[in-house]
Each structure stands twice: as C-alpha cells, then as structure tokens.
C-alpha cells in the first residue's frame, strides 16, 4: 500500500513547505501556489473540451510547467534546495503559439466579453484565475524574491488564455460576445 493522503498535521492551519518549514493556511506563499493549483485544475477543464492535437498538446506543457511553478513557491525560500526551474524558453513557447493563433483570428476591434461556448468561458476563466496568481505572485515577491522567470511566465500565460479563449471561438465557428457599453 502506498502512502495516505492525509496526515492530520495540517488540523491546526498550518501546512509544510518542502524543506519542513510550516505556515498559516492563510500565508501568502500558500495562497499563492495554491492559486497557481487551482489555475492548473482550471487549465485542465479547457484542454478537456477542445479537441486540437497541438493545442491540448501545449495545455499539457503548460500544466506541467505550473506544476514546476507550485514546486518552486511551496519550497522553503529560506533553504538552499534544488527545485525544478522555469525556463526563457516556456514563455517564447507561448508566445509562438500566440502568434501562430493570431494569425488566423480576426483583428480585435472591440472588447468582448466571456462568453458563446463553454470552452470559450473556461478559457476566460482560467485568464482571470491566471492574473488572480499572477497578482499573488507579485505581493509575494515583495517579501520574499521569487526568481523574475516565474512572474513573466505568468503574465505570458494569461495573455496565452486570452488569445486561446478567442481561437477556440473562432475554431467553433462561435460569434465573439462583444462589449456594448450603456449608451448616454
């Protein structure tokens, strides 16, 4: 049998960092990589409901990279420890795969809303979840230096999900849900 899931060290509102260190269920850290998790389970959803062989390719690598980015913000920063590591070569991965979208979508001449498709919305979802860790990941590196590749691939990703949500539309053959502001 292998190891159980639970461990009841955490019945008091603490949790370990790899390393042993322990902190408030509440601490940034925590929120943080907890919020790059529930971003990876929100990225998950999206490639389930898109068929694309290169795109769910990619949404794998992306999953695989935040898996690296919690290992990094659940480590002990105060320890010396060899973590896997994010790479230059990730966010120009991401940003290749925006280009080649964009170069099948329709100009952007207006702000659209979420919306016309589930995959579309989960797309959206997980964009706004993306810039919800992004943010986290910032007030963290105010406190405690969190290595720059971590917080640019964040913000590459998010604009990723944006530009993915747009060709998942468009792959659908779904109208984008435009802005219309209340008029005057």
Not at 49 to 76: H, M
Not at 151 to 167: E, G, M, P, T, V
């Amino acid at each position: 049998m292998g190891f159980k899931i639970y461990t009841k060290t955490g019945d008091a509102g603490t949790t370990g960092l790899f390393g042993g260190k322990r902190l408030p269920k509440s601490h940034l850290r925590i929120e943080s990589y907890g919020t790059v998790d529930e971003l990876n389970a929100h990225i998950g959803m999206v490639r389930d409901q898109f068929t694309e062989p290169t795109v769910r390719a990619l949404l794998k690598a992306i999953q695989d990279r935040l898996f690296t980015i919690g290992s990094n913000l659940a480590s002990d920063p105060d320890k010396d420890m060899i973590v896997p590591d994010i790479q230059p070569e990730d966010i120009e991965a991401l940003e290749a795969a925006m280009d080649e979208m964009d170069k099948t979508l329709p100009e952007l001449k207006n702000f659209i809303l979420p919306g016309g498709h589930p995959a579309v919305s989960s797309a959206h979802i997980a964009r706004c979840v993306c810039r919800r860790a992004e943010r986290l990941v910032v007030a963290l590196d105010q406190e405690s230096r969190v290595a720059p590749v971590v917080l640019q691939y964040l913000n590459r990703l998010s604009d990723y999900l944006f530009i993915l949500a747009r060709f998942i539309g468009y792959s659908k053959g779904v109208e984008e849900v435009v802005w219309a502001p209340r008029k005057q």
